[in-house]
């Protein structure tokens, strides 16, 4: 489609019209208006959606990780692949950049349930991803009592299957994405991006090198954590001195 209803021309106009009907009974009707009102009944509760989100998984993290730095770090790597996502579609859908590759016009305009459904999917899978490395990774702290080691062995035993797991989800969101329907390619393709962007930066790179960064400090702990969430009181098994060399 060359026009979309939450074009900003298109928006612009209907809030001119609500406007010129203040103070009378009329109201407006017709699919773009009635996508406004939707957006702004969605869009306008989110922020305690993703708040919620957020320190529920800050929550369950620092639990199963025995940790607080972990579960933060978590949610704003996934943060960052959610960016991405938005952005690349933003990029081609909104922008128009390689538009031309799926025989689509860029319409100045995300479809408005587009944002919710790729952080619903992207922010499970990511998370998915991002427990399965740092349990083995927490697995082998408590086995050697070295982060370097502990790293090591998590990239070891998980990586081959979160980038396979990762490739295959990309492939199939692809080929949904050569459907003809304009909004299953915004989703497909936004979704595709977002989790090769996340196995490959985010979970190769990213999160190993962050870890070696902060050393010990990823199983800090306050004590009044560990009372708060009814964990024992035992603290990680000592670093070797050579793993912060």
Known sequence: PAIDGAAPGI?????????????????????????????????????????????LTLILLARAFRSIVLPIKAALL?????????????????????????????????????????????????????VFMLSRMREAYDETGSTDRA????????????????????????????SPGFEIKEFAIGLAAGIIFDATVIRALLVPALMRLLGRANWWMPHWTRKALFLPGREPLPEPATDNA
């Open 78 to 130: 996934n943060l960052v692949s959610l960016a991405a996502a938005f952005g690349i579609v933003v990029f081609i859908f909104q922008e128009g950049h390689g538009s031309s590759l799926w025989n689509i016009t860029a319409t100045q305009a995300i479809t408005a349930w587009i944002p919710l459904m790729i952080f619903a999917f992207l922010y499970g899978l990511s998370m998915d991803y991002e």
């Open 151 to 178: 790293i090591e062995l998590g990239l070891a035993r998980t990586g081959k299957l979160v980038t396979s797991a990762a490739l295959i989800l990309m492939f199939a969101f692809l080929v949904l994405s050569s």
């Open 11 to 55: 928006q612009g106009i209907i809030n001119r019209s609500n406007d010129a009907l203040t103070g009378t009974e009329a109201t407006l009707a017709g699919v773009p208006a009635v996508d406004r009102d939707f957006v702004h009944a969605v869009y306008g509760n989110f922020p305690y959606v993703l708040a919620f989100v957020l320190i």
